[in-house]
């Protein structure tokens, strides 16, 4: 069992930021593609962004991008979501999950593609 562990949300206004961090237990992480998802009360669940394996491909939705950047750092087991600009809109649970799939930018999105989730933590922006 694979266990994936979010941290660093919290409430912010409009045009702050969040940093958000998702370690994961395991030795090979490296191996792993990981994604962003957030669910808003009484909306489904979307797609935010995606990184492969490596960290050296991305893919992110339209609306956070230019404002959102995912990264994994593999040493320490760790994914990451910097938001910036942040937009009352934005306001949700965030998700980490990860997949051992290989990574397509087309498929990226889609939840079912992953295998493991976090327990999510809030991001609450304020206008």
């Known amino acids: 069992q694979v266990h994936l562990v979010e941290s660093g949300g919290g409430l912010v206004q409009a045009g702050g930021s969040l940093r958000l961090s998702c370690a994961a237990s395991g030795r090979t992480f490296s191996s792993y593609s990981m994604g962003w998802f957030r669910q808003a009360p009484g909306k489904e669940r979307d797609f935010v962004a995606a990184?492969?394996?490596?960290?050296?491909?991305?893919r992110y939705a339209d609306s956070v991008k230019g404002r959102f950047t995912i990264s994994k750092d593999n040493a320490k087991n760790t994914a990451y979501l910097q938001m910036n600009s942040l937009k009352p809109e934005d306001t949700a649970v965030y998700y980490c999950a990860g997949t051992q799939t290989r990574f397509l930018s087309d498929s990226s999105r889609y939840s079912g593609l992953y295998n493991y989730w976090g327990q999510g933590t809030q991001v609450a922006v304020s206008s």
């Open positions: 990184v492969s394996g490596s960290g050296r491909s991305t």
